[in-house]
């Protein structure tokens, strides 16, 4: 099973398509768990989406028919048959955390919106149940982000930013372990409680928190709304930090991601605005005001992976559009043009869409996880809601809003 799902990832990678507070202190270290070192893959060229991957529902034995130009046969209950997809019938998968592998099966933690279930997703594999935790779905809110540990290899723990009845925050666990308080006392309102989390690649970790529907809030160096942190495992500031302090940039509104690349020098963030969507390149210590792009469209931008060495390209999902944007980037991180949609439907051979897309997290540079989330207003098929695959590759065609 396992060399048969690497030759069919192999293959689709070589011809893929493209695409873009209070804090606790407690033990650092999950005990009982095993790690595979993650793989170094050769990288690809410019960004697309489209992913390599694995079937899921069923015994993993299914692979896409005949050539990359075969039309994929509609799903069959949960049997989904696009190998880009590697897990299916969940419920509005809005966060997902890659993890470290052999690349032979491709490995990632999603995270259910509404029921705060975890899953371990496997190409190839069912999913199996991971992690359960108690949160709050009222309006935006609930399970929005997952990420694993800087020192996952060492430690095991996973952080997620969640929805509670009192607050919004940052909490961290490992399989077998409740979760523990990170961060908590981030502003809650009736809208606005969207929250996302990344690993910066520098050792520390990213939480962009919402306005929690006050934009007021955004700009109060006194209130945690709003912000992007940059905190360390056990939720203090990270070592480098401007001024010491947990803020590292304030003007975020509605987060739908937070990606940084490989070598941590280049940080992003995605931002849902009244009357605007935007893509904002993140320097520390100074305040979000000019977009890096900015779509007037407002096709609901998600999650992020930044591909821009391995392709050029920074990825962002859309759960609005239902679809994936590159938008084009130096390896200075200056956007070189604009967003090349995919995904959608519409375009690539055969054209392909998963429809809403929402958090999106890297496996390794040349390979990034995205989940779906067709049951919150979509139009789901019988195989969602799902995680699918998304790998840089060759691109073509534009069709991107400035």
């Given amino acids: 099973m396992r060399t048969r799902y690497r030759s069919a990832l192999l293959a689709i990678l070589a011809c893929g398509v493209l695409l873009p507070a ?4 407690f033990d650092d270290t999950a005990a009982g768990q095993t790690f595979t070192p993650a793989p170094v893959a050769s990288p690809e060229s410019p960004p697309e989406v489209q992913g390599p991957g694995a079937e899921s529902g069923g015994d993993g034995k299914q692979a896409r028919p005949g050539s990359p130009t075969t039309p994929v046969p509609p799903p069959q209950g949960c049997k989904d048959f696009d190998p880009s997809v590697i897990t299916t019938c969940l419920d509005t998968v809005a966060a997902v955390a890659g993890l470290p592998g052999d690349g032979s099966a491709p490995s990632a933690l999603a995270g259910e919106r509404k029921s705060g279930r975890v899953m371990l997703a496997t190409g190839g594999k069912d999913a199996t149940d991971f ?7 009222a309006g935006d809110g609930g399970l929005t982000g997952l990420a694993v540990s800087p020192s996952y290899v060492e430690d095991q723990l996973v952080f997620a930013y969640i929805t509670t009845p009192a607050d919004n925050r940052v909490v961290r666990f490992a399989k077998g372990q409740s979760p523990k308080p990170v961060i908590t006392g981030i502003p809650k309102g009736a809208s606005g409680n969207r929250g996302t989390i990344s690993a910066d690649n520098r050792g520390a970790l990213l939480v962009a928190t919402g306005d ?8 109060d160096p006194s209130s945690l709304a709003g912000k992007l942190l940059r905190i360390d495992t056990s939720g203090k500031a990270a070592a480098g930090n401007p001024g010491g302090s947990l803020v590292v940039a304030a003007g975020l509104h509605a987060p739908g991601g937070v990606c940084a690349s490989a070598d941590g020098g280049r940080v992003w963030v995605t931002d849902r605005l009244a009357d605007k969507d935007v893509l904002y390149r993140v320097q520390a210590g100074q305040p979000l005001t000019t977009p890096a ?27 609005v559009a239902g679809n994936l944007q590159g938008v084009p980037v130096s390896k200075e991180g200056a956007v070189t043009g604009q967003p090349q949609v995919r995904l959608d439907g519409r375009t690539g051979t055969p ?9 999106m997290s890297m496996i390794n540079p040349q390979l990034a996880v995205v989940g779906t989330i067709n049951k919150d207003g979509g139009s789901p098929v019988s195989s969602d809601d799902r995680v699918v695959l998304i790998a840089p590759t060759t691109s073509g065609g534009s069709d991107g809003k400035d």
């Avoid at 209070?22 to 202190?25: E, F, L, N, V, Y």
């Fill in 22 to 25: 209070g804090c606790a202190r």
């Fill in 131 to 137: 992690a359960k935790l108690d949160v709050q779905a």
């Fill in 212 to 219: 929690a529907g006050n934009p007021t809030a955004a700009a």
């Fill in 293 to 319: 792009w900015t779509w007037q469209d407002r096709p609901g931008v998600a999650g992020c992976a930044d591909f821009a060495d391995a392709s050029g390209f920074i990825s962002v999902a859309t759960s």
């Fill in 351 to 359: 054209p392909v869409t998963f429809g809403r897309l929402a958090g």
